[in-house]
């Protein structure tokens, strides 16, 4: 009796799993609901007129001695990748003739094996494997639009090779390194082979002969109950899905005849064999171990220096350089830098470093100036608490100060200028100019003192650059 409910859903399905794919075993179920040309009709001798042989309507014997009632139901176990023989592949490879490659060998040993023990189990279900030559074909001859006229795109084209991205690496190419791993200067043929995203992915089909009875073995009476994919991440796609609660899946195939049609119904299930709580347990052991060991790993990298910040408090971290001087006066510069903070609600940590001096750098010309290149790091941290949070309250930042010095032969130095400089409020990479100046004594004694004694007006207090902290 024909099923009341079928499914309808064909699309395919997409799993996940961290398990090996060779533990995956489908039980496909495969029988006949109805036909046309059930009752072979044989001539007989009538009792009478009105009287039919009750021999009539007994099923035939067929010549390879199964009966057709035996052909109407099947049920097999696969595995993944596992090969079932069909009759067509029987009585192929049995001819040394046909067997061209060495699969074709091996399949034909396996066959002969067969037949020695028994003849294969297998009737109408049987399978091609990744390595099939039905595979390759099949990946190549798929359409992706029901239109009459369709054309192939270019990324069409190329998705259908990425299962062979496997096999097409054997040879020469696999066999050397490469000496090349970037292409500095891709060529358009390039860029367009290499834009499909090529992952390693193998291909199992489930097929049918739902040939007539004693007429199995040709190749239009194939056809596919389910196509199995798995790449090298562990996803698995299903097409059409496992059956479990759903109806099973429909077939109707013509006979030789236009008037005559079967219908199939077929189920998919998933009866890969669970782990034991044993395992599961052990398992869970073996990742719990995995994952602390790269805690521990992932945290001797980092270490444990850090220190949290003081609640309602900002941290302030510079990295700095002091990175040239240009347009001054006399050579062999050096600069003495030095940070001030705010009196008000900024700290520091116990060994603070607000101040540094560069080494001596001798100027070279750059256009009309004389630059001093120094490329001097420089670090400090402070800590702000902010007490008043009011809007209008808005915190003072601090100071960067630096004086510019010239060194003579003699080792006497002059100051070349004075500059002050806000650190930004903004985090992230800023470049700071900072403008300078420098008091001077008018007249010509001063500027020969200068040059010839060293030593010139200097700032008491250089925070006086602008208006100091201590200034109220």
């Not at 001054?328 to 470093?353: C, G, K, M, R």
């Not at 300078?436 to 250089?462: C, H, K, N, Q, Y």
Request: contains cysteine.
């Amino acid at each position: 009796m024909a099923e009341a409910v079928w499914s309808t859903d064909t699309g395919e399905a997409v799993y996940r799993s961290r398990d090996p794919v060779r533990n995956l075993r489908l039980r496909v179920h495969l029988k006949r609901i109805t036909s046309s040309n059930f009752l072979h009709y044989q001539p007989a001798a009538q009792m009478g007129k009105d009287l039919i042989d009750l021999a009539t309507f007994r099923p035939p014997q067929v010549a390879s001695g199964h009966r057709p009632d035996e052909e109407e139901e099947e049920e097999v176990v696969i595995g993944w990748q596992e090969k079932l023989f069909s009759q067509f592949e029987v009585d192929l490879y049995q001819n040394e003739s046909a067997c061209q490659s060495p699969l074709d060998h091996q399949y034909r040993q396996e066959i002969l094996k067969l037949e020695n023990s028994g003849g294969r189990k297998n009737r109408r279900i049987f399978t091609y494997t990744d390595s099939d030559r039905y595979t390759d074909l099949e990946e190549y001859c798929q359409r992706v639009t029901t239109a009459a006229s369709e054309v192939p795109s270019f990324l069409v084209e190329r998705m259908a090779n990425v299962r062979r991205r496997r096999q097409d690496r054997r040879g020469t190419e696999g066999s050397k390194l490469k000496s090349r791993i970037i292409t500095w200067e891709p060529s358009e043929d390039f860029i367009r082979n290499s834009h499909a995203i090529n992952t390693p992915l193998q291909t199992m089909y489930i097929m049918a002969d739902l040939g007539p009875n004693g007429k199995l073995g040709y190749k239009a009476h194939e056809h596919i109950l389910c196509i199995l994919k798995v790449d090298s991440n562990g996803v698995i796609t299903v097409k059409p899905d496992f059956t479990g609660i759903k109806g099973p899946y429909r077939i109707e195939t013509e006979g030789e005849k236009q008037e005559h049609t079967s219908a199939w119904k077929y189920t998919i299930d998933n009866v890969s064999s669970l782990a034991q709580p044993e395992e599961e347990e052990r398992e869970q052991r073996v990742f719990k171990d995995l994952y602390g060991r790269h805690k521990e790993y992932l945290s001797s990298l980092v270490g444990t220096d850090f220190e949290t910040t003081v609640p309602g408090a900002l941290r302030l971290f510079v990295n700095g350089e002091v990175v040239s001087a240009q347009g001054y006066e006399y050579d062999h510069l050096y600069i003495h830098f030095f940070v001030e903070l705010p009196a008000t609600n900024w700290s520091s940590p116990s060994f603070p470093q607000f101040s540094g001096v560069t080494q001596t750098c001798a100027t070279k010309s750059l256009g009309m100036d004389k630059v001093a290149y120094f490329s001097y790091p420089f670090t400090f941290e402070a800590f702000f608490l902010h007490e008043d949070e009011s809007a209008d309250a808005l915190p003072e930042w601090p100071v960067l100060y630096c004086k510019v010095l010239s060194l003579d032969f003699w080792q006497r130095y002059r100051v070349e200028g004075y500059g002050a400089a806000v650190l930004p409020a903004t985090p992230g990479s800023h470049t700071l100019t900072i403008s300078t100046w420098r008091p001077m004594e008018l007249g010509l004694v001063a500027e020969l003192r200068r040059f010839f004694i060293g030593g010139s007006l200097e700032l008491e207090d250089p925070s006086y650059v602008r208006i100091p902290g201590t200034f109220k």
